[in-house]
DNA sequence: TTGTAGGCGTTATCAG
DNA sequence: CTGATAACGCCTACAA
């Protein structure tokens, strides 16, 4: 298992008798080379098994190609879709898609983006926007153009895509309200260091604002994005005394979480309690009943910022934000309140 | 977004007043640096904002602290928490991954492993067995070490960290056949390139065989692992006369998609028909009934797989076979066929 | 269209 | 313990 020192570009010369430049010619821009050559040059490469070596490519031509994605977790759905999306428009284009996964811990994004750096990544992606400035300053001093995934912001000097996570969940939370619901439990993730989660809180006070409904009449829970959890805080919402008539979900996980215990606890779902969703995962269509949720075009999503990305990468601009509209799905989750 | 030509060894070591090598030294062998010096260099890097340029280390070191991995697909769970596991070992041995994925097809697969090597990877984690010699004697010649998961063999020249599918089949269906059924259905992945889903197959034949029950007794239908073609499978094996009283599916995901569609037919899982998974994944425990299915236990298959790789790059030797076993999970998607 | 040659930023081998 | 200095493999003006 040693390493029998491969073919460099001048073994591939020598076997073609012609120069190291014109080899790397042949590789960069065939165009630019004749076309007895360059069959010479394709020979020899096959004949000799060359490929080149990143390393060194790397550091002369300043750019590795590498495209790095720095994501919250690959641990459950979430983001799943979205990235297969993105790596496959990135590996169309002929770069190579780095992942690396934060935990949803901040200092730990921090440090996954300076690897990213380090390891060469020529741009990155990362999930919204709640990150200290240090970090954007340090992409910027190197010109390494990044784009803001799953939000979406208006006149930001960052390259957002995705989509607006404030009036997606208000209007969920009005299409509840304008159900008659009027006794409101929600079920967050963790807000702390999390633009989206935060805004989908907002999102939702900012409904039952203009509902003029009173803002005690929300029981909020935040935890972290994993059913049991979910499942404990639903237990602790129909605790609650009154009792709401419906549990708003941060995501799906939660949602079905809720769905699963809120059933095992007796309860019917939605005549007795009605529980929304948000993402539409997979899971959320497995669950009985089916979550009524707030569609988000992941796929479309991880293309699309990847095509800004790339865009970015070649013109050394900003690339313009794009927004994504969320839909809301009705399923079987959601109901009018029981009088 | 310039490049404002970052600060290399060369400049801390004007500012530290001492020689690249020592700089060199005082990022890979701080021991071998004397103190004072030492807190020198690394003043001068934290005021320049210096990091190591990753080609120039990659070409002059011969390594890349990079590993690679391709598996099937990103779209689902089923590699998600394994590679998780395994990403996150990785990368607490100061390494960095680099995903790709290969959409279950076997020439894809071959051109990410190349562009994973070309890019640098020096150690690869692969998915089963399944491919050309060529890509074998590749990574051999490059002196690539690489780990097969998700699948065991004795004796063989490659190293596996994963399990025995076969027997893991063969144990489910036995478990099946000792309920008393005796008219079986089984919905498998595409067993073309795919060793996992074969050796799944033969493990449920063989059980038929040990029962002496007649081979035509098993009807099989292979799909790809989504629900919808689980669904459409299911439904065709229950037009068969006489009906087969259980399913035994390839994974969960074919699991999920067949009690789905069983429901939505009018069928009662499991009185009217039993459906058996495989992977417990986490969409197991949320459809209804919960699916009785296989255990994996991924995250500790990801978590050995990537420290055999580690070991493997470390001392340049083979790493012995680790075998992982399954564990059948009684939910209640499975019971006695009617009489 | 092709060749020459300098340089990219580190590491590693030797002396000192 | 520290400092020169030669690789490392490729790219890219610049020349021819």
Redesign the pocket.
């Known amino acids: 298992m040693r390493n029998h020192?491969l073919p460099?570009?001048?073994d591939v010369a020598q076997e073609a008798r012609?120069?190291?430049?014109?080899v790397?010619?042949s590789?960069?821009s065939p165009d630019?080379?004749?076309e007895?050559?360059l069959l010479r040059v394709q020979a020899a490469i096959r004949l000799l098994g060359y490929s080149?070596?990143f390393g060194?490519?790397a550091?002369?031509?300043k750019r590795t190609n590498t495209i790095g994605a720095v994501i919250p977790t690959m641990d459950n759905a979430i983001f799943a879709r979205g990235l297969q999306a993105f790596q496959e428009t990135i590996s169309k284009n002929g770069s190579t898609l780095l992942v690396a996964s934060s935990s949803y811990r901040l200092e730990l994004e921090e440090e996954q983006i300076r690897t990213l750096v380090a390891r060469g990544a020529d741009a990155i992606l990362l999930i919204g926007e709640n990150r200290s400035d240090d970090i954007y300053e340090f992409l910027a001093k190197r010109g390494i153009p990044y784009v803001l995934a799953w939000n979406y912001r208006q006149n930001s000097d960052h390259c957002f895509v995705g989509f607006n996570n404030h009036t997606a969940a208000k209007d969920m939370a009005k299409k509840v309200l304008n159900l008659g619901h009027f006794k409101i439990g929600m079920i967050s993730g963790l807000t702390h260091d999390n633009d989206r989660a935060r805004d989908r809180v907002l999102g939702v006070r900012e409904a039952l604002a203009e509902h003029d409904i009173p803002a005690e009449n929300l029981a909020l829970i935040e935890v972290p994005y994993e059913f049991e959890y979910a499942g404990d805080a639903i237990e602790e919402l129909l605790a609650n005394n009154p009792r709401p008539t419906v549990v708003i979900c941060g995501n799906d996980i939660l949602a079905v979480g809720a769905v699963k215990r809120a059933k095992s606890m007796g309860l019917r779902v939605p005549e007795d309690i009605s529980i929304t969703g948000f993402d539409d995962i997979e899971v959320s269509t497995i669950i009985e009943p089916e979550l009524t949720t707030v569609h988000i075009p992941h796929r479309k999503m991880g293309r699309i910022a990847a095509e800004c990305l790339l865009a970015m990468r070649r013109d050394g601009s900003l690339s313009p934000s794009k927004e994504l509209k969320p839909i809301i799905i009705e399923r079987g989750s959601l109901c009018e309140p029981r009088k």
């Open positions: 020192s460099t570009l001048e012609v120069s190291t430049a014109t790397s010619r590789l960069n630019s080379v004749a007895k050559t080149p070596n060194a490519r550091l002369a031509a």
